[in-house]
């Protein structure tokens, strides 16, 4: 094992000579502690769903006492980090200090503060996530109770972890909310940036392959299928700033695998997109678009 | 931590404003125990292929009887949840026990009959994939083994799945069916709904994307691509109990990207779609649909 | 019980009559074992971003040498097993040994020589995805650092995994480099067979539904979106030793949904292709490709 | 494996013949709950001793409030279970319920009261532990620190644990108490009966083989050596109620393997007994008590 | 860590020096798995008395049936391990074979018929345990039900696995029931050789400290204290083979800290041995036996 | 719960007021790790004996790294801790940095000196142990093997650890050696001291309620048996630094429950000390020691 040796020489030789080890200073968030975050924010905001055994009713209280204790010391530690990064990366203590309400205790505080905002904030996000299940329900002939949404849709784990993640986004913590929607990205194929803005009863059905961009907006009562992007037309890193991902005003259907592009594209209220439409222009309110019929060759085979 | 203090009790106290928590009677099936359900089972279809160390082959019986053991225990209480569930949903007992063979028993023994119907079922399963594999290795010219397909193909995962879970669903059994094809669908992002019926020799080829709705008829021997959806051109809530998705006769072929939409849309038998099509109306036996040419503009980057 | 004990005893007897059983001789690699290897994997080539706590800088070089050997000995033995049942499908082992660089020893031997060349290989590939994260950076606007490229882009994690699992490909190691992709393909809806030849500076956003099949070649520079198909045109058995799928010179973008098809088929260095095109046939440099306007129908909804 | 099958049918059939299965309703404290309980209290009383990582001093009232909502919720259900055995035995829930304090709520009731009861005690009990910790300390020549004390001392183990189980003794929640005892002897090899009364600044060196009986009564400042017995003459379960174990009044040191026994037997105040003795009656204060010299022959060997 | 590097070459260069490695072919039973075995076979016992859960009385079967198969497959495998260690000290296989029934198969075959055997005693064992705790509960006035004998006293354990570990003696199955008794005696500080004969209705109260001997040989309704040794006059290797404890005759009561040495040595039925008393003769049916008073001196205090 | 919410409130505040916190700085050695390391230690000396598996021999260097780079790292941690109290403790950083050989490093560059040199020294244990082994095997006729020894003599666990907390002790780390030996006595009923000198080829038999205390001193191919104390004559604070435990010359054997007594007492070379024997002055060498026959009242029951 002489050539173990010497090659794991050489790799802790070559660690520093690219940007992909991190040994500065204060750590990052955890990807594991993210997704422990995340399973025990679903435990907390969905008693008797997620435990193995059955929920002990009687310890409602201590239960919830118990685990928002915990997660709120996880996420002082992973949020402590974030911050530390953002220092690192050049912002300053105190400009990261009056957003997070003016503290002056450094880090830890600033993290503190954050988290004890996001569980006040709890009780909304849970408010949003029960119109966003009946909308589940009623958007989904198969589906056969509200129960069936919370424990198999993927389309209601997405908007959860969202709106979750959308706080944190909200409140300029780095890494983090990127980490948690990339975390349900992976679980359920649908990739909604953290940043963008989602009305009311929102639904995604299937869901496998949707993208929803930073600066997307979306009204109340929003349906998408599968496989729909609500993307970009320019990427070049100059335009980070701007308005690129498209608004998608109130009460809007549209289906799969559908396209739309633009941070100046608005789908008008009420309006139906047919699956698989290219869409890169503004549609009026309560307009229907599909693809022209008649694109296809059908013939016998040979 | 006066603040979290407050948040925890603001939270109790709104988890009864929503349906989002689960604290009537008896339970739910757990998605934890239904991925271990999934991984015991698994290990029960395929000896020597899941086990982290080499099967002991000379304590096969041993190993077999305890592992199915152990799935009927974990089955029955999955089972018993999910029945109580409906009849807390409204169903009558007794008509749950008409389903279940006449079972006078309660839940407990519903759950038993059910469970004890599938072990007799899981070889005539065994015997449809057994030739799902051999479609996969001889529909994919990358493949080099079977075994290659047993270890690591998502439309194999994917078949093996859905045809234990359409099991419980034809047993009326609520829940389970969705979360364990939810559960192959957020590893494999091929989303089959347990109603759908898929006939012998079935294959689909790297699978992302793929929507396989509840009414959906396949004969034999039909093979997808990645991103085909089989879905519905009405989501009405009312039409729950019809037709909504597509027949797909013996030996059709459809190519990535398809989507074939309607309860009265008919594939022929015999036919390839090529990618991408978008059908809502039946297509005759032997047939070949493909995208008409010369709906691109290529031109050189200024 | 004696339903279910006469099911066991129907199931072990019919174990042998299906190929859906592994109990030759010496074991499979394991999927939880390849699972395992590359998060070793992805903590050895990026210390500090995957550990749970905080990185212990003065440890590295303890780490790091506890890390290689234990992977090193894990690699080891699933290489051994694969070595074993290339063996069992008829390859010779003299002509493997030749594969591994003459040794007599056995697949034992043969194996330990391909870890120990995989060892030597890992600086060079962790030059190489210094490259891709530094792609991944510049090509996205939302990216706001590249701890964030590291810590959550389903693209980076494929390409680490598919420069990792290509080495064993090209070794002829079976089995291991698809299970390997198959596993990084769960995880982001990123499908690239192991045998793909991707250049340097790759990146690919959002991801969900790529596929990538086993001929394709890949030049440096080139960005890809979600839903891109690069595939065969033919899935003939007979063909699976051809150049099946495309070839992408440098420079070149292809945007979501877009499918190229064929080994013949070349899109010419620094060309940009549109979403959602359907490309059978070469493309020349510096092209621009897009889908006709005027295909889709807009009307207000009735 | 038929004979197996044959002995498994012997075995469930043969379950009820003895006393030896618990399948009565509603079961009893699990063993291994009982341990994670006295380990959750090792935490809670020594924050800083026990941890593997370093303690999160930033957090100690979250991790406290954790720590504690948990080892409520646990301490309810296997006293709740406890109290349910009782009731089983032949106890009145009436009677049960004025113990503790009149609740007329049942079993669960009457836990929560003893529970609450108990985290009140908790400061007290810790005030206590503080004067043990320093009677260690004082008490041993080789005691280089109280915390060594703390970390390593099994004497310190066993009178931590006989102040938690000796409450639950006092409350007589049965089996829990006991239970907890021989944890702690299994550990140190130190048995003293939960109903033992000890005072103040007790210490116990070495202490493999100490035994203190039910009835025992041992005043401040008392120090043993490693086999003391404060034992029983009689042992007929007549006398069951009875003072059965001896007395041993403030400052007494008894040195290894001395044997006191019987209910009237009364140690003196400031004795001091030397190792090996063996008493049955009582004891003078401010005695010295010794084997007397001469019993041994001393010669060469042949 | 260049010094580390060479400490452990030289540590692997020393490894053959010494007769402290094994890595002679076939393996060595482990301590890890015995702990597991004896967990099990608790479990198995005693139903309802180890879980941490309730009994799933509804189960016991399945339950049983699961835990049976796997403790065999968990046996079968130890004792194939220790027959083989037997085989490489020197035994003969055939004369192994017709030890354990006239198998002809190899350590393989052998293990499963002394399993296979030891299944068969269980419930003969479980018949002789009911005794031990009946007689348990008698010896102790502080026994308030046969609940808390199983879940709480030392001296019932240490018997429950010296009959499970006896049985394996009788069989000369070498190593593994050394390990289980040693096992027992790290948790309860009873040491009892399996070699050791123990009649019916046996009892160790408290049990610290106790020694039983290879050759012990002990009648019906026995009661031992804690600290008592039953053990040799000689310890000389050739007498490996004599009777060298002694013999402990029906109705026997031994007091704390007795000692009783020699092979020839009976204790005669009925006797009652006091506590600390040191005996190397017989002693008479119905004798009492006590340390003669006035060996101690009592002086004040200076 | 506002009963609970006030306890915890008063716990934490009560924290304070006793010395059983630890939140002073940096942390203590974790009881946790301590008893890793010593599983990691003797899986690192008697590879083949203690893995649950077989041991992997073709990897035995791989594995030694692992282990050795694993135990390393976490031994440093450990030191580094206990370095960090002896100076919060008072002693004087140079001081220390003196005794670890002259480095100026602080606690970390100590601490790994310290480990350094332990790894060094491990062949030497391990030479030692090879002894110790041979002593027990020869010295106890019920032993069939030495690997008998390894496996299951409490005595030889006894011994291995002592010898390796021993090498602490004279580097003077505090609290690590105390925390190794109690661990051992726990499990095996031993207290040996880590500050006691014991020669080679050791052996205890049996050994619940053996103590050798801090200052004892043991020459070669002594042997104990179960409950000899080898202890102080006076436990004043004001001796610590004395000698006050007894000397045992080379080929002492000393039977059950002798108790030997003070610093000046030596037994002379080869003498033997009958049970239960109690000694406070010299005996010279070659000396038999015994109880006076006699001491007993033997009569019939009434």
């Known amino acids: 094992m002489r050539r173990l040796d010497k090659s794991i020489e050489a790799l802790v030789n070559s660690y520093d000579s690219y940007g992909l080890v991190n040994h500065s200073g204060g750590g990052l968030p955890s990807r594991e502690s993210i997704e422990d975050i995340i399973s025990s924010l679903d435990e907390l905001l969905f008693p008797g769903f997620w435990e193995k055994g059955e929920l002990d009713h009687h310890n409602l209280r201590l239960i919830t006492g118990e685990k928002a204790n915990h997660l709120a010391r996880e996420l002082i530690r992973e949020v402590e980090k974030s ?24 880090c830890r505080a600033a993290a503190e503060l954050v988290v004890e905002d996001f569980f006040e904030e709890i009780p909304k996000i849970l408010a949003a996530l029960a119109l ?18 919370i424990l198999s849709y993927p389309g209601f784990q997405a908007i ?58 979306i009204g109340k009562d929003v349906k998408l299928y599968q496989g729909v992007t609500l993307g970009a037309l320019s990427v070049r890193k100059e335009e980070a700033d701007k308005k690129r991902h498209p608004t998608i005003e109130d009460g809007v259907t ?16 009420g309006s139906i997109l047919g699956g698989s439409v290219w869409i890169t222009e503004s549609v009026p309110p309560d307009s229907t678009v599909y693809i022209r019929a008649g694109d296809l060759v059908i013939k016998p085979r040979k």
């Open 83 to 106: 911050i530390g990064f953002a220092i690192r990366q050049g912002r300053k203590l105190d400009e990261i200090s009056r957003d997070y309400g003016g503290s002056h205790g450094g």
């Open 132 to 149: 966003d299940m009946e909308a589940a329900f009623r958007g989904d002939p198969a589906a056969k109770s509200t129960a069936e949404v």
């Open 160 to 217: 959860v972890v969202h709106r979750l993640a959308h706080f944190f986004w909200t409140r300029q913590v780095p890494l983090i909310p990127r980490m948690m929607s990339e975390f349900v990205h992976s679980r359920t194929g649908i990739d909604i940036h953290p940043g963008a803005q989602i009305g009311e009863s929102f639904f995604i059905d299937h869901g496998t392959g949707v993208v929803i961009g930073e600066t997307t907006v």
């Open 254 to 269: 549209i289906y799969a695998n559908a396209t739309i592009l633009g941070g100046q594209t608005v789908i008008g209220r």
